[in-house]
């Protein structure tokens, strides 16, 4: 079974900047388009990014375009979300997820595999 692992993450001063990185346990998954999401406490998972297979084509939440960057080095299965200007509304769990077979543009509920998790605190 393919696993995802996050890691990456912590409490940073709002203004700061984290890099989360995302390690898939498949080669496979270079080929697959792969995303990030979040959840804050309370609230519902939403949305941050994601990223074609070869890296050319990126989609960010209109919450985070121009402040995070994703990434990816097929390499070594590692997919990054680079978070810069933090904010305390970026407080949440971050996952890392793929879909369950190759799609280029999947929608959320079209993705099938999860990370567990890493945890993004900003203080203000």
């Known amino acids: 079974q393919v696993h995802l692992v996050e890691s990456g993450g912590g409490l940073v001063q709002a203004g700061g900047s984290l890099r989360l990185s995302c390690v898939a346990s498949?080669?496979?998954?270079?080929?697959?388009?792969m995303g990030w999401f979040r959840q804050a406490p309370g609230k519902e998972r939403e949305f941050v990014a994601q990223?074609?297979?070869?890296?050319?084509?990126?989609r960010y939440a209109d919450t985070v375009k121009g402040r995070f960057t994703i990434s990816r080095d097929n390499a070594k299965n590692t997919m990054y979300l680079q978070m810069n200007s933090l904010k305390p509304e970026d407080t949440a769990v971050y996952y890392c997820?793929?879909?369950?077979?190759?799609?280029?543009?999947?929608?959320?509920?079209?993705?099938?595999?999860w990370g567990q998790g890493t945890q993004v605190t900003v203080s203000s």
């Open positions: 997820a793929a879909p369950g077979r190759p799609i280029y543009d999947p929608r959320t509920d079209e993705y099938d595999v």
């Open positions: 498949e080669r496979t998954f270079s080929r697959y388009t």
């Open positions: 990223i074609s297979w070869s890296g050319g084509n990126t």
